[in-house]
């Protein structure tokens, strides 16, 4: 399959460097990278403006089927951004090789061939460390430990929202990866798994 | 940390072809393999015979604890296996650099430094395949699928009985592997991240 376009999507726990580590990858393989890249393509899509998709991609919205029962023609402001979204990767896995950070993309993509799902995780500790003296994060009252136990459920509750129940369980993706042992050494051998597909 | 100690622990899905894997990886690095061949140490330590330990050792007992209450002298027999387990894991770690297979050893060795979790899994249809194909597993009515369920079922029973109820899940191994890349391709993809750590 060394011709064929290969669609890399990157799932990961808040604090693991998973974005960092996502984007080195696209550098090192040479294609392209989504993430906040992507933001902009969905806000044409969606013809809300970048800003207004940044505040509202992850918020929690009523459930999408009361939604569409209520109103066929008004939903709210997450579900549309997400139906954008999906329309965004759908398109690029049709077009391009790429690495997609988040988004529910492995989900979105369950179905289409050449997709190498990833998942990156760190230990509790060690990505309250990353977002307190990496990311530079501000949390409320200085709670850092707080803040990423915050993200975490929130960033289940949107998978689990939007796609299924089966985020972080290794079964769900190609590849799991503990980042602690450094992002370089994450990018080595994610690069070493997608040269073994590439040489089949 | 080239010249401590490694254990690694390879937890895998029935039909995975995990138990493969983790025997390649051991003969790959030069260390010992822990598998069957536990069974005969844990024969010696817990007084059984090594049939019996192989007959009883996963089958299902009652509550530990309960079994403690009703009585501190006579322990079913797969506890009285497991502890025998438990102790001879502590003692390989000790000692020398190892792969072992299955028993929990992750959970056992969870306090340990310089201690790899690896899991290994399939999608459910490649693992029938290949309990079908290439174990040349018996199934009753030769219905492999439903066999291949029914062990799901039990090792995942086990562990949870023992240890806890993080089987499975990503953030419980440092490397989590989708063995249908191919065996030689996860045993090359594995050693590249011992090296990685024997690196460090």
């Known amino acids: 399959m060394s011709n064929e376009k290969l669609i890399i999507t990157v799932s990961r726990e ?21 993430d906040g890249e992507l933001l902009s393509l969905v806000a044409k899509e969606s013809g809300y403006t970048e800003e207004f998709v940044r505040k509202n991609e992850q918020k929690k919205t009523r459930s999408l089927l ?17 139906i954008a979204q999906t329309k965004v990767i759908q398109d690029l896995a049709e077009k391009e090789s790429c690495v997609i950070v988040g988004r529910c993309a492995d989900y979105v993509l369950r179905n289409r061939e050449n997709v190498v799902n990833i998942f990156i995780h760190a230990p509790f500790e060690k990505r309250v460390e990353r977002v307190r003296d990496e990311y530079k994060e501000d949390a409320p009252d200085n709670n850092h430990k707080a803040y990423v136990q915050k993200k975490d459920k929130e960033r289940v509750a949107y998978y689990n929202y939007f796609a299924d129940e089966n985020w972080g369980k290794a079964k769900s993706y190609h590849l799991s990866i503990d980042s ?19 040489s089949k």
């Open 14 to 34: 808040y604090g693991s460097g998973g974005r960092k580590i996502a984007k080195m990858l696209a550098e090192s393989l040479g294609i392209g990278f989504y």
């Open 66 to 82: 009361y939604s569409l029962y209520l109103s066929s023609q008004i939903l709210p402001a997450g579900d549309v951004i997400f």
């Open 180 to 198: 602690s042992i450094g992002d370089e050494s994450c990018v080595r051998i994610i690069t070493d798994y997608i040269n073994e597909i590439r």
